[in-house]
């Protein structure tokens, strides 16, 4: 069932989650390699950033859109969360507080979840980190929220700048975060793979001394845009 | 004696502070819970990050009121420390000068001095990492600044958008920093005391499984405001 | 030969670099200390952090120009390595893209290239920490970029808002970057090596208790502005 | 047709509009009243300013995924401006450059352009306001623009942080930019019509001295929370 | 009666304010020169900026300890104010939502207020502007506010990082806004008055040509610091 | 002579300046067409904006490097304007402190200036509007500064991103800044009057309903790049 952007008061409790397998090898993949292969869309903002570095995940999104400053939404979609998910939490506002700590994120962890996407702040990043749980942020932020008014769970959201339906791919490490559609992740893996497999290529040669210049043919081209050496 | 914030060219030289036992105790407790337990007031602006992480402290805070990119008043300001302060920078204009650094380090911290917090810049992180003295700033930067201008020592100041007056408790950790009235610090205690008992017990119950949902009896309330399961 | 800034489409291939023995002294004495010996001048704006802790290098400086979101002009710059460079990238115009990632990384690493220095995105910050390869940049992001538009190398670029010339020595540690002229760095190293025996002599002297009121002999200047003791 | 979010190389001809009565009724209302009326949702970031004052305006959004510095897209999209459309163009990747002056502007009004909402920047900005063509910018910026790259015209796009379909109805005022679905217009317009009635009223006994707490009836609920008067 | 600085659920009903002559003097002194006067202390931060050109005014300030997205507590403060005051809005946490709109500021001008800053949002921008309704803010944003939780009216506030107490006189114009404690409003506008006879003489020795390295006799000093001509 | 970025206590009296004539003439072809008729080089940063509209200028630029939150060296500045020149201000570190009013305004009107470019804060912009003194900053701010440490005057700045040379020619308008080499200021007036001339030939054909399409003869180069009408 499709629910439009912005539906607030609604909880879709049934969502189409990718294959287990083609979320792994996205997430073995990486942000870098996912983004590029889908033709460089699916971005969030770069100002979204790890609480702790290394961690490298993908995951399905259980998306919430919540008011700002209300984290009441976070306690409803945790009942929705199956193995594997990553909560993904856009505010219809722009709101820096603390909508997210570690008894949350116990909570979550119980029920499988790999890790939060959150377009605002959270707070308790040493437990968290200390737990394991990556969190991908704009902030960290101590200020806490209230519980008052509602929204939704599992519908689409824009998150960061970026387009979320429930059950699409978050890809995310060091470098950000992506988005995958659920459609298009078979796809998308693909062409992923192929990419690396082509870079694997490319890094023996880089490695052997050779130059991009050279391994990408790019010396006419550039002298036939007029680049002069001196 | 209480002294006007902004006041220029005054040391205070004998401020009250607390307990030791309640400012130890307010460090066990970190940012989050004593942010909470004292009514979701004191915390400076989310900007204000440590340098690095994992440093939980609480300190008694001597204030320093200064010039933009003038640290001057830090070498007035190192004679009135005490064991267990710290030292509470708020420039008089916005600045991301690197007011601090290793030499300053040194001397604070042989009179006891647990910390800094500076709506400015610091330098020097390498070594104030590797000497253990946390700082909370606004940005790192190697900027200098000059000694020619007058500002005052324990006053009342206004750093990151939070009243800090000379003795308050400062707590800061990987969640940003709050500041504790003193003579509210033993009330906010026992109060953030109670909640992390509180919220020992529910870790249990999520840890358990349980969900937030009925371990705070939210569906009720949920359906009365109109939440809706498709 | 001198090319003016901005000028489009030009490859500088011979320039002049400084004496190794100078350049590593730089590195010796890190950002904050070169900064302040030559004047409190050259430090790029304190948003060009590292994308890991601890390392801190000198090097001489390959400049590229490059157009917003296409980083063709790396690819050229490259060949231009010598043992002990660095890479500096100014795009024309603002940019987050991430112009540079690991394979790049690894092209400028067989080269003998120390890091590089970019005032727009960097990617692949996983595997560059790995390889030890520092980074210093505006931001972290995995946009990826075109190979479209002609820019220049080895000539002078405003970065981050510092002017650096081709064969300048960038020093560059955790409290950011600065830029050494090239003529000038001999001059700086002796200044910035005096200035550190003088912090040694004065880091014992704080060691040992004194206070920099006296250690400097402030006192009675601030007497004279005025400064109250109450 | 339906053309995902992101999708490349892509121009749709043909798209639904609403009732220009409606269109007009939401223009009349202005973004405040809309924005409200529909539940506080498709409000576009605090960030887009209108270049002149006193611009209200509703319209029918002709879409544009361009890339990051490259306005080629916009020649593309005027072609299939309708009488009474805005231009809605929304970067791949963050962007200040200038992708509109006075030259597309001049063509775009020919074809009965309303305006432009970019989310990005926008130059000749002095002529732009003679000939009374509005538009809201992230930004003011001279910045030149390339022509090398596709993007997509009549997809939806995610712009300034809201999801905008080809056809959706876009007003702007002073006050910012809101996005109204298609399908949802009407019922938008009639909930804003009955909001501005409700306003009149409220106004007229506003303008009679009553207070809002009496009005809205909330001295009981206030005191019920526990507002102390003192 | 004292409030401290974050009490929830406060009003205060009676405040001191100062003699209007006063208030009025400062207006007439505007922002630059009243802050020169009073010691360079008591300045907004810069980005707090007014809707429209032209407005210098002088009130006592009404003060709104306000939650963030939530604007309740301006209803209740509205009931305080009195001929001559100004609003002064601060979140507890920070925000970006439209807290005050035209109804609002009817029902403010009706008894007598003057005009409002707030260090968030504000809408309806072209009406306040017919009203002429001046707003120093944050923002302008169209984002609307709930009505659940309380807050307090006039105690003692932080705001766009000033400390405000209720009965303090603003001074806002086209130069930003300014606080001036209650206390010290007689001897700040006194000084403020000699600065403007001062400037007067200053202007006409400009006007006539004289250079400040003369007026104030600087030319002297700039050789003892080694300022050389070339 | 040549003094490099960044020298400290130097004032050149003497700079070489372009012709009127050609000053004149870049004024009115603005800043959108003469950064385009330079090849895109030249702008100052977006954030420089006007503090009122409509003022299109350009002059020799009289350039400042100053410390931060220290105007001292403007009145130095001021002694070496001729008829026709602008002042051109560069911290050495950001600042956003109010360096500029309406007295050193006076001050430089009366010696034939035409206005500033100030990388900081200015003040009294109400009585600089009403003197129809232009200014372009970073920011409005009424906070004051000292006059306590030496810059320069006419040596090299780096200028919000922009590198300018005493002498240049800035062009300012309501689009941003721009430097121009006084090398090459002859030349790229030739290039803007042609511009200029063509931009007039394709307006009229805009304004006859001829598509950029059609103009530019893009329709094959898209089609070869694969853009698709569905």
Redesign the interface.
Known sequence: ?T????T??????NIERCDQQIIDGLADC???TV??A??????L??YM?PI???A?IAASAVTISA???DN?M???A??QLKQGDILVLAP???????YF????A??AA??GCKGLVINA?V????DL?EMGFPVWSK??????T?????GSVNV?V?CA???VNPGDVIVA????V?VV?RE?AEDVLGKARAREAN?AV??AR??A?E???DI?D?RGR?AA??????
Not at 92 to 98: C, E
Not at 139 to 144: P, W
């Open positions: 069932m629910v439009p952007v912005g607030v008061g609604v909880v879709v409790q990486g942000v870098a983004h590029e889908q033709g460089r869309k699916g971005l903002a770069e950033r702790y570095s290394g490298r008011p700002p400053c009441w976070i306690h409803v945790i009942e219809t506002s722009p709101s820096n507080a603390g700590g570690d008894l949350l116990t909570s119980v029920r702040g707070r308790d990043v040493r980190t902030t960290v932020f101590a200020q806490g209230v519980k008052e008014t509602l689409p824009v700048g970026a387009l490490d060091d470098d950000g992506c559609r298009e870079e490319k890094r880089f490695e001394g130059l991009g210049l990408y790019m550039l845009k007029g680049l002069t050496y001196v």
